[in-house]
């Protein structure tokens, strides 16, 4: 099993679509967790960090299922701009080693 | 600074030449990454620096590849011997330990090497 692994999508909804995406990792002992926002050609940015059922900001929706390793980003009301590709983060040591996803790729068309 | 400042933006180096890429940390910052990202794929981790703790050297994919972070602030990653294959983004990214314990990055702009 790979340590982090995402569904590199494309995901195409339209305006207004509800869409959520899944993230599993392996490290069971993983502690905190992270969705980054990489914009084509730019470098990633935080978008919500876990720290432990689920974090809500606004539209955005982050929840964990430690005991199924995964976490989850829903999406609600999808917006244009909101067209970007999604990055999950899982620390994997002690020492704060983050090994990113391959990343889910949204599309939201008019 | 600011941000996180990266050197060069862009490289075109010829195969076989040896390369050094510069990362200038958020001030403070504990913590500094490289990654590596190639077109259309993810995020490669390479190494990771956390004050004066030996670095965690893990994703370097060969000998070729080797880093430093002087004084605990700026690092840089050094390619020699380049190959086609090495063509790719490389990102830095440095953080300071949040209230939870947990690292968030702030990431430079990137230096996009092409090795022809």
């Known amino acids: 099993r790979k340590e982090v692994e995402q569904d590199p999508g494309p995901f195409n909804v339209p305006e207004g679509a509800t869409v959520a995406f899944n993230c599993t990792y392996s490290?069971?002992?993983?502690?905190?967790f992270f969705w980054y926002r990489q914009d084509c050609r730019k470098e990633p940015k935080l978008l919500m960090s876990?720290?432990?059922s689920g974090n809500e900001d606004g539209r955005f929706t982050a929840q964990l299922n430690r005991a199924s390793q995964y976490i989850s980003l829903l999406i609600r009301d999808s917006k244009l701009s909101d067209s970007a590709t999604y990055l999950c983060?899982?620390?994997?040591?002690?020492?704060?080693?983050?090994?990113f996803g391959q990343g889910t790729t949204l599309q939201v068309k008019p | 600074g600011a941000g996180v400042s990266q050197s060069p933006s862009n490289k075109v180096t010829e195969k076989g030449k040896d390369v050094e890429l510069r990362c200038d940390p958020i001030?403070?910052?504990?913590?500094l990454y490289w990654y590596r990202q190639s077109l259309g794929q993810g995020l490669e981790f390479l190494i990771y620096?956390?004050?004066?703790?030996?670095?965690?050297k893990s994703g370097l994919p060969s000998d070729r590849f080797s880093a430093e972070r002087t004084g605990g602030s700026v690092s840089t990653l050094t390619i020699q011997r380049t190959q086609q294959e090495d063509s790719a983004v490389y990102l830095c990214?440095?953080?300071?330990?949040?209230?939870?314990?947990?690292?968030?990055?702030?990431f430079g702009a990137g230096s996009r090497l092409t090795v022809l």
């Open positions: 990214a440095s953080s300071a330990l949040g209230s939870s314990g947990a690292n968030v990055l702030t």
């Open positions: 490290n069971s002992a993983s502690q905190s």
């Open positions: 876990v720290y432990s």
């Open positions: 983060v899982v620390p994997f040591s002690n020492t704060g080693k983050l090994i």
């Open positions: 001030s403070g910052h504990t913590a």
């Open positions: 620096f956390q004050g004066n703790s030996a670095p965690d």
